[in-house]
């Protein structure tokens, strides 16, 4: 069974910021090296790099990732796009192939640079101007791929979840925000998220509306920021010194209606938890994403969680969303703040996806 020993990520930074003038490789491989000096571990040691990138231009950002880290020319890199998920998913694929024996020691992550990322044109057919636009598609239909926002406006409209309980939830996140000592790669002076800030609810009463219910108070900002673990085989982490690492218990990532895709997390949520025979109660932490507060209020409620035990230092309302490495990010969190029991990580994603990872806290080498 394959174990999370080490995780890192940098500051989560709003686009325009600190980061700004940082390429993604370069946003990324102080992380990855940090990394493997936690780990106490050499780059010829890693079998694989797995990265996802959501706003990028192609490429292969993990094989660039890997060479700017300084990492074995062997390893080739492998890039995944699964957009919001992508950070988590990376993980996903990493235990699997270290389940398979496959590979021993993989690193898996994300980044992001919203203040970096390519223009987006679509070419005319017939000679005529590239025409901009910002939101890819995310299905073949354009009456079942609503924007984001929309999507999250008429969630709120169905499930009854008012803007007041939505911007409750983001003054919430914003009060729990914290990092854990060793959690955050010093990188461009930044060794905190500087977005998170003493939000009230009168401040988020007065935020401007982007659709409906939703607001720039009740929806995370866009960010630039990088996230990885590294999952190693048990036959390798019985050499590490003793320590506490996260045990993966179950992941997997499940396809729902793409019209409502806040709410793709609770099927995969359940089917986890299913699998590894547990109930939501014996959840002892939870990291569920926040890019918009309803999809947060939404999947805590239908998967049965605690809200007590979500988001302990706070989400991505107080952080922001890097897209790619949102879910990354996610199983920092959870490595750091899980004290013992079991922990949850659970994202959704564009077009439909929801995406879970079950992990154990558990003491690892000898």
């Not at 050499?42 to 880290?69: F, K, T």
């Not at 009740?218 to 690492?245: E, I, M, Q, W, Y």
């Amino acid at each position: 069974m394959s174990v999370i020993v080490a995780a890192k990520r940098t500051a989560v930074v709003p686009r325009g910021g600190a980061f700004a003038r940082l390429e993604i490789e370069y946003l990324a491989a102080p992380v990855v090296q940090a990394l493997l000096e936690a780990a106490g571990i050499a780059g010829q040691q890693v079998d694989e790099l797995i990265c996802a990138n959501a706003l990028g231009a192609g490429g292969n950002p993990a094989r660039r990732v890997a060479l700017a880290a300084g990492l074995p020319e062997r390893v080739a890199g492998l890039s995944v796009d699964r957009q919001c998920a992508g950070g988590l998913d990376a993980i996903l694929l990493a235990r699997a192939l270290v389940d398979s024996g496959a590979a021993e020691a993989v690193i898996a992550g994300g980044v992001e640079s919203y203040s970096r990322r390519p223009l987006r044109l679509r070419t005319d057919p017939d000679g005529g101007a590239a025409v901009a636009y910002d939101q890819a598609r995310f299905t073949p239909w354009a009456d079942r791929d609503p924007a984001m926002a929309d999507a999250a406006s008429a969630l709120a409209v169905r499930l009854g979840i008012s803007r007041a309980a939505q911007d409750a939830w983001a003054v919430q996140s914003h009060a729990k925000a914290r990092v854990c000592p060793g959690e955050i790669v010093l990188l461009a002076g930044q060794d905190r998220d500087v977005f998170a800030r003493d939000l009230s609810l009168a401040v988020a009463a007065r935020a401007q509306v982007i659709a409906g219910s939703i607001t720039t108070a009740n929806t995370a900002v866009a960010a630039d920021a990088a996230a990885f673990v590294l999952v190693v085989s048990d036959k390798v982490a019985v050499h590490f010194p003793t320590g506490r690492g996260l045990r993966i218990l179950g992941g997997i990532t499940l396809g729902a209606d793409p019209v409502e895709p806040g709410l793709a997390p609770v099927a995969a949520i359940a089917a986890v938890l299913a699998r590894a025979g547990l109930a939501a109660t014996q959840i002892a932490m939870a990291e569920i994403m926040e890019a918009y507060a309803v999809q947060a209020i939404a999947c805590v409620s239908g998967a049965g969680l605690n809200t007590a035990r979500v988001n302990l230092g706070g989400g991505a309302l107080a952080r922001g969303h890097p897209i790619g490495a949102s879910g990354a990010i996610l199983a920092v969190r959870l490595f750091y703040e899980l004290k013992a029991g079991f922990g949850l990580a659970a994202i959704a994603a564009a077009g439909g996806i929801g995406s879970a990872i079950l992990v154990q806290r558990s003491v690892v080498g000898q």
